[in-house]
């Protein structure tokens, strides 16, 4: 059996991995649009264009990097809820004599494809948007005539990162690969093999040291922050560091929970707790759903949050009435771009999460068809589809915008705290609002294709279809 046929029948079709060509589209188009603005902006000033262009190069590197973080993990969960999918006809595979290693391979060489496609296309695309914008700038005398380069190197360091970045998640991502034994088989049954219980409270401490510590960290920084602003912003890093990787190495213990205390709130007719029990089936696939969701409103919420508490601080400043105008003026300028930017990553985390919602719902025909023999209408199925992603959404968005406060508050906090007395905290109402109708238009997004391609399948035919 040769590479090819593997790869077939591991990942189904090249077509399941839309969701890593689409955030590895989105991951280059980013990068691009980043890179190539800075080189526009530094090349508008021959005197400044080395130390501009060095700058900018800096921030484009870190927003670039914080998407292809995103990226990687809402690809991580998009392998791994395709290799869920399949791991019956893995287990058969292995029972014919295909060994888990190449068999892996045969996954991550996909992924890898898919991605250098979409980072490719992604790259291809951002480029020749930021020439078309800079081109109409400069016809309407927004932007002076100047010697702007075509590419830059960096696209290039861009491409590869993000190809690399997808083979890696993909390497993580099939995992459920190995857990695959040839007697899953036989036995009518395929599930993924639990981590032991010693793996589970090693994961546990290292996340309870790394919350907890990291937040007292934060909280110092935001107290050093009175007299030291320096030292109590590296302190407020390292804490908000700290903390979010306590949350990333015991998520499967956290997101879980909240997703189980939000679902009650769904009801109790049979279409809720359905839903109820789909959304916490699997614990690990839950936690990879949220997990890029939890990430871009975090990110978002941070941002916001921050330049939020700042602004509210500024009437404790020793400033007259121009200067307070002026420094809220930067402020709203900043804020605008900041978010806008990180924002960006955010949607990269929702495509994830509305792509693998479709994943799971195709991935259940077999089921729906079962509940729609034993007499659940269609709008019962389009319910029970809806509220689940409710679930794993809303709980993603909730969390994700505590933290964001918490992070936002604390950095801020740290930086102009000797300015007046008090914490202040940062709240953002009209980021908080956008934030909450995008996720009502994330949960319908998320749900009403799977849910209108369930119920157009009857229950017979779907029956048929293999899990």
Same mark, same amino acid.
């Given at each position: 059996m040769n590479h090819s046929s593997k790869g077939n029948l591991v990942l189904g079709s090249l077509r399941e991995l839309g969701t890593v060509g689409l955030v590895a589209g989105l991951s280059g188009a980013y990068a691009a649009v980043l890179i190539m603005t800075s080189t526009v902006l530094a090349a508008m000033s021959e005197e400044s264009g080395g130390s501009v262009g060095l700058m900018l190069g800096i921030v484009a590197g870190v927003f670039i990097l914080i998407a292809l973080y995103v990226g990687a993990i809402v690809i991580i969960g998009a392998v791994d809820t395709v290799i869920s999918g399949r791991l019956r006809h893995i287990a058969l595979l292995r029972l014919l004599g295909s060994r888990a290693k190449d068999l892996r391979v045969s996954v991550v060489r996909g992924t890898a494809t898919v991605g250098a496609l979409g980072a490719l296309a992604g790259v291809v695309v951002g480029t020749v948007l930021t020439h078309a914008t800079r081109a109409v700038l400069v016809a309407r005398g927004t932007l002076p005539e100047a010697d702007y380069p075509l590419v830059s190197s960096a696209l290039v360091v861009a491409f590869w990162a993000i190809a690399v970045c997808a083979m890696c998640a993909g390497w993580l991502g099939s995992r459920g690969?190995?857990?695959?034994?040839?007697?899953?088989?036989?036995?009518?049954?395929?599930?993924?093999?639990?981590?032991?219980?010693?793996?589970?409270?090693?994961?546990?401490?290292?996340?309870?040291?790394?919350? &907890?510590?990291?937040?007292?960290?934060?909280?110092?920084?935001?107290?050093?922050?009175?007299?030291?602003?320096?030292?109590?912003?590296?302190?407020?890093?390292?804490?908000?560091?700290?903390?979010?990787?306590?949350?990333?190495?015991? *998520?499967?213990?956290?997101?879980?929970?909240?997703? *189980?205390?939000?679902?009650?709130?769904?009801?109790?007719?049979?279409?809720?707790?359905?839903?109820?029990?789909?959304?916490?089936?699997?614990?690990?696939?839950?936690?990879?759903?949220?997990?890029?969701?939890?990430?871009?409103?975090?990110?978002?919420?941070?941002?916001?949050?921050?330049?939020?508490?700042?602004?509210?601080? &500024?009437?404790?400043?020793e400033l007259d009435a121009e200067q307070r105008a002026e420094a809220l003026q930067i402020m709203d300028v900043t804020t605008a771009v900041l978010v806008g930017i990180i924002v960006i990553s955010s949607l990269i985390a929702a495509v994830g999460f509305v792509s693998t919602m479709s994943l799971t719902v195709i991935q259940r025909h077999r089921e729906i068809g079962l509940l729609r023999t034993l007499g659940f209408t269609q709008r019962q199925v389009r319910t029970m589809i809806t509220k689940e992603s409710v679930a794993l959404s809303v709980s993603a968005i909730l969390f994700g915008t505590v933290l964001g406060i918490i992070y936002g508050t604390s950095a801020a906090q740290s930086l102009v705290g000797s300015q007046g007395s008090?914490?202040?905290?940062?709240?953002?109402?009209?980021?908080?609002?956008?934030?909450?109708?995008?996720?009502?238009?994330?949960?319908?997004?998320?749900?009403?294709?799977?849910?209108?391609?369930?119920?157009?399948?009857?229950?017979?035919?779907?029956?048929?279809i293999e899990a």
């Open positions: 690969v190995l857990q695959v034994s040839p007697a899953a088989a036989l036995s009518g049954t395929a599930a993924p093999v639990t981590a032991s219980g010693r793996a589970s409270l090693l994961r546990a401490v290292v996340a309870g040291i790394g919350i &907890v510590g990291g937040f007292g960290v934060l909280a110092a920084g935001a107290l050093a922050g009175e007299s030291a602003p320096e030292a109590g912003f590296v302190l407020s890093f390292f804490g908000a560091a700290g903390a979010s990787t306590g949350f990333l190495v015991g *998520a499967r213990l956290v997101i879980p929970s909240m997703v *189980a205390a939000f679902s009650r709130l769904l009801g109790r007719d049979p279409a809720s707790v359905v839903a109820r029990r789909n959304a916490l089936l699997d614990p690990l696939r839950t936690t990879r759903s949220t997990m890029g969701l939890v990430i871009g409103v975090t990110l978002v919420t941070t941002f916001a949050s921050g330049m939020a508490a700042l602004r509210a601080s &500024v009437d404790a400043w008090g914490f202040v905290w940062g709240v953002p109402w009209v980021s908080l609002a956008a934030i909450a109708v995008c996720g009502l238009v994330l949960v319908l997004l998320a749900s009403r294709g799977p849910a209108r391609r369930a119920i157009d399948i009857a229950p017979v035919e779907a029956l048929r």
